[in-house]
């Protein structure tokens, strides 16, 4: 089984602060993992992807995330955030599977 | 390639209507999901298939859904007879195998009136 939690539900910043987008996973395989960004009314694009390389895995738009199998986490970061990163996130995980299953996600607010 | 296509992009149907979405994949494709996104339940998988056959569709919530894959390069999910609760966005993605990721199409807003 596997299943993903990403613990806010809404996170707001300014722009120009960092981001910080979290997210645990459970897998009994050893998953790959991806964040997907989904802006008003359009498909879900993908972010980024963990599939058992580097542990600091670098996206598009200037996000990352880090693989951290001790704490099961998979949190996305961007140092500086920007108007346009206004969206809605979606942490997935896809294990044994092979069904990717995505977390509730996170809206992301930026203020000016 | 041109990505996952869905059509049509926008349905508007009276309640007991029968709903035919479609979906293109990825050329190269072995895997096929359907989600249905809803504010209150969030992205919902409804099915998906494996080189043309349906593996899991324990998430089609009503017989009233079903949804096939005649080919490698098109499925259908269809709702007969529509009702106002199947109101939602509903994505089709494909995968290559394994855990790779999966493509999104841009989705079908259906509304049931």
């Known amino acids: 089984a596997q299943s993903v939690t990403q613990l806010d539900s809404h996170v707001s910043v300014s722009e120009g602060t960092p981001v910080l987008l979290r997210c645990n996973y459970s897998?009994?395989?050893?998953?790959?993992l991806f964040w997907y960004v989904q802006h008003p009314n359009k498909g879900l694009q993908l972010l980024l992807k963990?599939?058992?390389?580097?542990?600091l895995v670098k996206g598009i738009n200037g996000f990352e995330a880090e693989f951290k199998k001790s704490e099961t986490s998979f949190h996305l970061t961007k140092p500086s955030a920007h108007m346009s990163d206004a969206a809605e996130y979606f942490c997935?995980?896809?294990?044994?599977?092979?069904?990717?299953?995505f977390g509730r996600g996170t809206s992301l607010i930026v203020h000016p | 390639d041109a990505g996952v296509i869905q059509s049509p992009r926008h349905e508007v149907t009276e309640m007991g209507q029968e709903v035919t979405l479609r979906c293109k994949p990825i050329?190269?494709?072995?895997?096929l999901f359907w989600y249905r996104q809803t504010m209150m339940r969030g992205l919902e998988l409804l099915i998906y298939?494996?080189?043309?056959?349906?593996?899991?569709d324990s998430g089609m919530p009503e017989d009233r859904f079903s949804a096939k894959m005649p080919n490698a390069s098109f499925s259908t999910l269809k709702i007969q007879p529509s009702e106002p609760r199947d109101s939602a966005v509903y994505f089709c993605?494909?995968?290559?195998?394994?855990?790779?990721?999966?493509?999104f199409g841009q989705g079908t807003r259906l509304t049931v009136v």
């Open positions: 993605a494909s995968s290559g195998g394994g855990n790779t990721e999966a493509f």
């Open positions: 897998s009994s395989y050893s998953p790959s």
């Open positions: 963990y599939t058992s390389a580097a542990t």
């Open positions: 997935v995980v896809r294990g044994g599977s092979y069904i990717p299953t």
């Open positions: 050329s190269g494709h072995d895997y």
């Open positions: 298939f494996n080189n043309n056959v349906p593996i899991d």
